[in-house]
């Protein structure tokens, strides 16, 4: 099955050549590209992506917005295509904004080509890009900045069995299923079930958005 990306950043060369790499790649289809957030947004309305690459500062309109307009469509629209951020930043605001509303990750520009490669067929998977011990640091520095926000997130993990609170715990603390598969001596088939129960349960998309609502919610305290 092939996967269709489009890419949208203000720099015409970053443009041509994250799409020349992907394009090399079978199984990647570049479907288009876009010099802003706005043109992004039309042009994913228009070519159904299933992985955005977003720039988060760009002119007329930001990653950010773009993102959030492409995950929260208006009624009428269905397409929601996976968004990846692409920052030259390790740490910023936007990028943990474009997390919470639905990304599913980030990834610096400055990356080697096998990691961009890899990040799209991860997105595309339906997985989040959570691999970079910076993607924590980031959601760990900015939900400690917002102690304010945690009431109602917290109120929402009562709706957890103890096991899935432990799974959310780990997911949230970087561990893929097989590692909390081993953390609680479980199948990693179980593990995989309540993942997709938590998510169900919390009404979250994926991991990034767990992550998120893991440190929010006071359930793993940042820097733990």
Do not use: C, W
């Amino acid at each position: 099955m092939t996967t269709r990306v489009i890419i949208v950043d203000d720099q015409a060369m970053v443009r041509a050549g994250f799409a020349a790499l992907l394009a090399a790649q079978s199984d990647i289809d570049v479907v288009g590209e876009a010099p802003d957030g706005a043109q992004g947004v039309e042009l994913s309305r228009r070519t159904h992506p299933d992985v955005v690459l977003m720039d988060v500062r760009m002119p007329e309109m930001d990653g950010l917005e773009a993102a959030r307009q492409l995950l929260a469509p208006p009624p009428g629209v269905t397409h929601r295509p996976r968004v990846l951020m692409l920052t030259t930043f390790d740490v910023d605001d936007y990028v943990y904004e474009a997390l919470r509303a639905g990304a599913s990750g980030f990834l610096l520009k400055d990356a080697p080509p096998a990691d961009l490669i890899a990040a799209v067929r991860v997105v595309a998977a339906g997985d989040a890009l959570l691999a970079p011990s910076v993607t924590r640091r980031l959601i760990a520095d900015f939900a400690k900045q917002r102690p304010a926000a945690r009431s109602r997130p917290a109120q929402r993990l009562k709706g957890l069995t103890e096991r899935e609170t432990e799974v959310l715990t780990l997911v949230a603390r970087g561990q893929s299923n097989g590692e909390i598969a081993r953390t609680l001596v479980l199948a990693e088939q179980t593990v995989k079930t309540h993942v997709s129960r938590v998510l169900t349960k919390l009404d979250l998309r994926d991991r990034a958005q767990a992550v998120v609502f893991a440190y929010e919610s006071g359930l793993v305290a940042p820097g733990e």
